[in-house]
């Protein structure tokens, strides 16, 4: 049967790994240029620290409808490492400003293991026979094929480095951070940057113009971009940016 039993919002902070806060309508200001990823641990809390492992990976995996609370429940009752970003809300109620969280991302969970773990994650989700139908499913690579199946998409997984990336972004609770969609995106410059001040420092993406904003996006794969709140434009006299080489 389909779980569609209502989490109220801000019940969702343990989703969080850190606690959502009022954090304001702005954010300080910011300046862009190109460098290497420096790998820290952010402010929420999550680990950013992903050591290279050959057999480990960051793979998609798409949730069924209205159930990420269980999703992410179920994978961590495995002993897996799961990520599920969530955004900082402004909601007015009763004519006060609160901050809510709500996932970013409704219809994806990002787990961390082996092929063959998640393999049997998957496996297990299927076979529960409360569940009505399948609760985790491999998101696909669309551009590659398999090397023993040409006819077949292998799973999607992403570099450490890039999920690096997207974790401090979608880790600091602004209520700005939006996820976004590529019709909706004119790149003020083809160039790569990264942000060296404010809230976002360290965040490498692309700068564009959204709603008449200097936002920097951050694009994990192809349908999934999550662009900062607002980023200025440096004083004048300092470079706004420098083409990675």
């Not at 290279?52 to 994978?75: D, E, M, T």
């Not at 890039?162 to 019709?183: C, K």
Request: aromatic share 8%; with cysteine; charged share 20%.
């Amino acid at each position: 049967m389909e779980d569609n039993t209502k989490q109220p919002l801000t019940a969702d902070a343990s989703l969080y790994n850190g606690q959502p806060t009022d954090t304001g309508s702005s954010c300080p200001s910011a300046r862009l240029t190109s460098c290497t990823p420096s790998i820290s641990k952010n402010k929420g809390g999550v680990s950013v620290e992903n050591v290279p492992n050959a057999n480990r990976q960051w793979f998609v995996l798409r949730v069924s409808y209205g159930r990420i609370v269980k999703a992410k429940a179920f994978i961590e009752a495995k002993g897996m490492e799961c990520y599920v970003p969530l955004r900082c809300k402004e909601v007015r109620k009763q004519g006060k400003r609160r901050i809510i969280t709500e996932p970013l991302l409704p219809s994806f969970v990002f787990v961390r293991d082996t092929k063959d773990q998640v393999d049997a994650l998957l496996y297990d989700g299927k076979s529960n026979p409360t569940e009505g139908k399948s609760l985790l499913s491999y998101y696909y690579d669309h551009t590659i094929q398999c090397q023993d199946h040409p006819d077949r998409n292998p799973p999607l997984t992403i570099r450490s480095e890039a999920m690096n990336n997207f974790i401090r972004l979608t880790s600091i609770e602004n209520p700005h951070i939006i996820p976004v969609t590529s019709p909706n995106i004119q790149y003020k410059m083809g160039d790569h940057v990264v942000v060296t001040d404010g809230d976002f420092k360290g965040i490498h993406g692309r700068v564009t113009r959204i709603d008449g904003q200097q936002r920097v996006v951050v694009e994990l794969f192809d349908g999934c971009l999550v662009a900062t709140a607002y980023v200025p434009a440096p004083r004048q006299g300092n470079t706004f940016a420098i083409q990675v080489p």
